[in-house]
């Protein structure tokens, strides 16, 4: 038997509704009554969730690598060439409070489940000119660490390690404290960084259940600015404190919030502006708020209204503490440009949903995913499957059974033609089974 | 010896700086190291200091009773007469977070140390008509339950003690709970009302500090109106979620808090509005925020403006909630009118610092303290001492040590001439020593 005999497409097809059962036993970690899941970074959960990810890996052959952040990754061996490339997918398994049981973990279950499969292929024969690698990357949210995509960005080198385990969440707990409380501070070399990547998402939007289309090959990424913002007042009495001399961290804030939001108005539809989080000291219905910290996020379709919206922001922060008579600091700032992603391995995300008999249309992702850090250092795919509404970082998230199932037989189909192909994405989009 | 042959000034003046050391003690319980206290309602600080508290009342004679609700009464038996009326003085042992150490402690003690002199002068001969309470009332500074002024307000009955031990915390712990845990759930039916109740408080001013008079003679409190606001939105995800389509909670909040100041602006000097709690759901930097729930205070010194602008603010929140496209709840609404106090207790004040050789001169309080609810159900007096730079609420909150002195003397001054006079201000007032 020889990896010609294998149809690629017929191995994702073969088992229907695995990859919606895999996901239903993870809902189950930080699993909510709603059915959402609040599966925050390095919490109890997100560690139970990891232990399973890891004996899933382990029993399916694969020989799992936790990195000094954490990021998991299970390596397939499925050839014993010396010079083998990688061919690696995964996503991220923690999640929003209170978010959706699909977002993240969805492309960590299907990449699991493409290594299970190519791996039960090579057993039965099939040969392979890659290893393949399921990846687990660390908080991807920015719910309880920030920056977001901080596991991808330390693998790419864009963060570095001790950076990534210094940050901290809004009780001071480090990433680095709190990965060894579940055990998964690692020690491993992370493995290297694969001849292509390709990641399955939810798309966290309406635009592929409007027009009935299963999949989206994401082509570009807008652009986002995000920055973190300290207002500093001082804390005083309510009651007998005199309006003019009151220095009132909150008042700042709530000054920006709107401001924020006003931005938004100036370009619609071509910037989403948002405040998600604010953490308000000492936060007692009595006593003049003595700082606030919160968390400006501005995404954008062109690189000049961010431009702009930036600059704007940061003059709205200044007048903001002037009018309140409190100080200001900048704590972080990140930002990530608009870019377009390889053409050759949406390409091959097409061909392959072609050769399962679906549609598929090209997307633009708004938010940020693990495959955008990856865009740094190898040719990368995005992949989305149908948002049930577009409903996102909400408990209400739903993609549907026969989504999924088309969802794992393209990402399949790729998996087994980057593996037959060396990684390359020309090569595995040009494959063609002998018959 | 008789009762006559004491001078209660001289019986204040006797003992220097004892106040000021039980203060510094205190201060260790939920001590910062800036100088300031975090001793929450109902924490293990405030346990530590109720415990405290009633250990001191017993070493000085004193019979310690707990309510339902945690208020601590320190019943010092002068006389043997069975309709004696009771004297009370006292005020409250819970703080702010990151609040002063004289905040309330002071009246707590100051009322022991009375008590205690008050014991040591009828072991000597002295004979009294009255006997005398030293109480700590839970939870007055509302920062950790809600309302603030809750112990007193259930004494004077106008909170249900099943309403004030439901109260949450925003843990959702109940107040009930929060007591159990530190031991100081009482079954003690409270003591009766008494028949005068006098409060010593920090200023939290610059007024008495700023003119050199050690004794500020509370005759009028401003009016307060306080809501609990809930907005309502929908969790979403900041990127991709359209900005027609948010339902943005934080945004809605942002919009009352500029609201709230602004109203301010309208009657200078007249009017303190301010938001000192808010609290954000999920509170992640990429959710859209599902729900915030805030504390909007507004204090007046005129009933109109209080009513004016109470109707303003309730239509600033559904003019915010519109906007925002988010449901809108009053969770809880209170208010206290202005009132003045009564003049005979006032007077008595004044008298005690006039034979104490210091001047005072009347003053409004803008806060709400105990004496307020006390107000409700007997004779009841305010007095304050400076506070230095009128700072409150704020770990820097600092009064002299002499003005300490001063005040112990004039309290001192009160309750002794209260004790002899069978709690009747005007009596006690007129009372002169034979000399």
């Given at each position: 038997m020889t990896s010609?005999?294998?149809?690629?497409?017929?191995?994702?097809?073969?088992?229907?509704?695995t990859l919606a059962a895999l996901l239903t036993c993870f809902a189950a970690f930080g699993g909510l009554k709603t059915g959402g899941v609040t599966r925050l970074c390095a919490s109890a959960a997100d560690g139970a969730a990891r232990d399973a990810f890891a004996t899933l890996l382990r029993d399916a052959g694969a020989h799992v690598v936790t990195d000094a952040v954490g990021n998991q990754f299970g390596v397939f061996t499925l050839t014993d060439a010396a010079d083998a490339p990688l061919v690696m997918m995964g996503s991220h398994l923690d999640s929003q409070p209170r978010g959706g049981r699909f977002d993240g973990v969805l492309g960590v279950l299907a990449a699991f489940e493409a290594g299970r499969r190519l791996m039960l292929a090579k057993r039965a024969g099939a040969s392979f000119n890659a290893n393949f690698?399921?990846?687990?990357?660390?908080?991807?949210?920015?719910?309880?660490?920030?920056?977001?995509?901080?596991?991808?960005?330390?693998?790419?080198?864009?963060?570095?390690?001790?950076?990534?385990?210094?940050?901290?969440?809004?009780?001071?707990?480090?990433?680095?404290?709190?990965?060894?409380?579940?055990?998964?501070?690692?020690?491993?070399?992370?493995?290297?960084?694969?001849?292509?990547?390709?990641?399955?998402?939810v798309e966290q939007g309406g635009l592929l259940e409007a027009e009935s289309v299963p999949v989206g090959v994401v082509t570009r990424n807008w652009g986002a600015a995000k920055m973190d913002v300290r207002f500093t007042g001082e804390q005083a009495h309510t009651g007998p404190a005199k309006m003019h001399a009151r220095r009132d961290a909150l008042f700042a804030a709530a000054q920006l919030i709107c401001d924020v939001r006003a931005i938004a108005d100036e370009w619609p539809e071509r910037i989403h502006t948002s405040v998600g989080r604010l953490v308000v000291q000492p936060n007692?219905?009595?006593?003049?708020?003595?700082?606030?910290?919160?968390?400006?996020?501005?995404?954008?379709?062109?690189?000049?209204?961010?431009?702009?919206?930036?600059?704007?922001?940061?003059?709205?922060?200044?007048?903001?503490?002037?009018?309140?008579?409190?100080?200001?600091?900048?704590?972080?700032?990140?930002?990530?440009?608009?870019?377009?992603?390889?053409?050759?391995?949406?390409?091959?995300?097409?061909?392959?949903?072609?050769?399962?008999?679906?549609?598929?249309?090209?997307?633009?992702?708004?938010?940020?995913?693990?495959?955008?850090?990856?865009?740094?250092?190898?040719?990368?795919?995005?992949?989305?499957?149908?948002?049930?509404?577009?409903?996102a970082h909400n408990e209400n998230e739903e993609t549907h059974g026969e989504d999924l199932d088309t969802g794992m037989t393209v990402l399949m189909g790729a998996a087994y033609r980057l593996c037959v192909s060396r990684g390359d994405p020309v090569a595995a989009a040009a494959w063609e089974p002998r018959r």
């Open positions: 010609q005999s294998f149809m690629p497409e017929a191995l994702g097809a073969g088992e229907p509704g690698c399921a990846v687990n990357w660390t908080n991807e949210e920015g719910a309880r660490f920030r920056p977001s995509l901080l596991g991808s960005g330390t693998f790419t080198g864009k963060i570095a390690v001790a950076d990534a385990l210094a940050s901290i969440d809004d009780d001071g707990v480090t990433l680095g404290a709190a990965l060894a409380a579940i055990g998964h501070d690692g020690v491993d070399a992370p493995p290297p960084v694969p001849a292509c990547y390709v990641e399955m998402h007692s219905p009595n006593v003049v708020p003595a700082q606030t910290d919160l968390s400006v996020e501005l995404r954008a379709v062109d690189d000049a209204i961010l431009r702009e919206a930036e600059a704007r922001i940061l003059a709205c922060i200044d007048a903001a503490a002037k009018r309140a008579n409190v100080g200001v600091q900048i704590l972080s700032r990140t930002s990530r440009p608009i870019r377009e992603l390889p053409p050759a391995v949406g390409n091959l995300v097409r061909t392959c949903a072609r050769a399962a008999g679906v549609q598929s249309r090209d997307i633009d992702t708004i938010s940020g995913h693990d495959a955008l850090s990856l865009l740094d250092v190898c040719p990368t795919g995005l992949m989305f499957v149908p948002s049930v509404g577009g409903i």
